[in-house]
């Protein structure tokens, strides 16, 4: 089993940042992929940005340029830097990995983007 613990969401202000970070309970060595998913109200759940074990990483459209993804595997963490944030960016993000065969979830932070 892996537990994932989420942290650093909040209230923004459009053209702000957020750092969102992502602990994971084993070494995130041993996990093929990690990601970063949200869902806004009334809208799917959909992928915001992966990152493999190797290193790999690939973004939705709509937040290329602006949001990044990490990983710091001495701390078996994963951020997602936010950066030019939009109001539209505003959802409940969750932490996600893939770890033998098995998608686990971790519990959600709000980010809220407004003025």
């Known amino acids: 089993q892996v537990q994932l613990v989420e942290s650093g969401g909040g209230l923004a202000q459009p053209g702000g940042s957020l750092r969102l970070s992502c602990g994971a309970s084993?070494?995130?060595?041993?996990?093929?992929?990690m990601g970063w998913y949200r869902q806004a109200p009334g809208k799917q759940r959909e992928l915001v940005a992966a990152?493999?074990?190797?290193?790999?990483?690939n973004y939705v459209n709509s937040v290329k340029g602006r949001f990044t993804i990490s990983r710091d595997n001495a701390k078996n963490t994963v951020y997602l830097q936010m950066n030019s944030l939009k109001p539209e960016d505003t959802a409940v993000y969750y932490c996600n990995a893939l770890w033998v065969g098995v998608y686990y979830w971790g519990q959600g932070t709000q980010v809220t983007v407004s003025s």
């Open positions: 084993i070494s995130i060595f041993s996990i093929n992929v």
């Open positions: 990152i493999t074990s190797g290193g790999s990483t």
